[in-house]
């Protein structure tokens, strides 16, 4: 079984700065990615980031660019989004996702690429 687990979420000022845990379990790909989406109330769900096997990829969303930043340590199957310089803009419940057997991180992350899914949790920055 594929699984995904976020962690990481809460609340948080403006200017302050949070990191995202996405831990991975149930899979083994020659190629993959991880990607970072976020969807707040009212708004589609939009692609943050991602990242390829190895670091072979990176990619962010203009929204993001400069602020965020997608890591992984591959020894614990995990993916990290370290969020700096945190806008109000950025709420929204952050979900990361799972491409298998493909990488479709050589553009910003399109949900439809992506198979696997977390459950998200929910980043809130207050102003």
């Known amino acids: 079984e594929v699984q995904l687990v976020e962690s990481g979420g809460g609340l948080v000022q403006a200017g302050g700065s949070l990191r995202l845990s996405c831990v991975t379990s149930?899979?083994?790909?020659?190629?993959?990615?991880v990607a970072w989406f976020r969807q707040a109330p009212g708004k589609e769900r939009e692609g943050v980031s991602c990242?390829?096997?190895?670091?072979?990829?990176?990619r962010y969303a203009d929204s993001v660019k400069g602020r965020f930043t997608i890591s992984s340590d591959n020894a614990k199957n995990t993916v990290y989004l370290q969020m700096n310089n945190l806008k109000p803009e950025d709420t929204a419940v952050y979900y990361c996702?799972?491409?298998?057997?493909?990488?479709?991180?050589?553009?910003?992350?399109?949900?439809?690429?992506?198979?696997?899914w977390g459950q998200g949790t929910q980043v809130t920055v207050s102003s």
């Open positions: 996702a799972l491409a298998a057997g493909v990488d479709p991180c050589d553009i910003v992350p399109r949900a439809y690429e992506y198979e696997y």
């Open positions: 990242i390829s096997r190895d670091d072979d990829n990176t």
């Open positions: 149930g899979f083994t790909a020659d190629d993959y990615a």
